[in-house]
């Protein structure tokens, strides 16, 4: 299981009216849109052996972790995965939100995702890579 098979879901379930009623569809793409992100951010984080909270309060850590890099790639990571966990939150909690009958937060989820998915790339080259690694020294795994 990947955080890409989440993303490629929420692409899906945005589009495909066979997969139930249309704002279920769009609540649910907008969470696997999100989770799919946490899990790309979360692998990338393991690649570089740093110990990331297995439970609820490793989604804030990571957040924290790329917003305390002072470098737009990183900060356009941390913005994305705030967004996207602002409107998860919103898509499972708050159902009496209007934004979630139409199609455009599913949309948006989904490219907001993928958009993640490819700046993460950066974050395996220089000099970025050595920004996290200085970022999280003294948090990695022996």
Not at 13 to 42: D, I, Q
Not at 43 to 51: G, N, Y
Not at 84 to 96: E, G, H, T
Request: aromatic fraction near 8%; charge should be neutral; glycine fraction near 6%.
């Amino acid at each position: 299981m990947s955080g890409d098979e989440f993303i490629a879901l929420a692409a899906n379930l945005s589009v495909n009216p066979r997969l139930g009623k249309s704002e279920a569809r769009f609540r649910s793409a907008v969470s696997r849109a999100y989770y799919g992100a946490y899990h790309l951010a979360l692998d990338m984080f393991a690649e570089l052996k740093v110990r990331i909270p297995r439970n609820h309060s490793g989604h804030y850590e990571i957040y924290r972790l790329l917003s305390s890099i002072d470098q737009p790639t990183a900060r356009l990571l941390a913005g994305l995965l705030s967004d996207l966990r602002r409107a998860r939150n919103s898509a499972d909690y708050d159902f009496d939100n209007a934004d979630f009958k139409t199609q455009s937060i599913a949309t948006w989820s989904v490219e907001s995702a993928n958009e993640l998915s490819r700046a993460l790339g950066a974050c395996h080259q220089e000099p970025l890579r050595g920004m996290l690694l200085s970022a999280v020294a003294g948090r990695t795994q022996e």
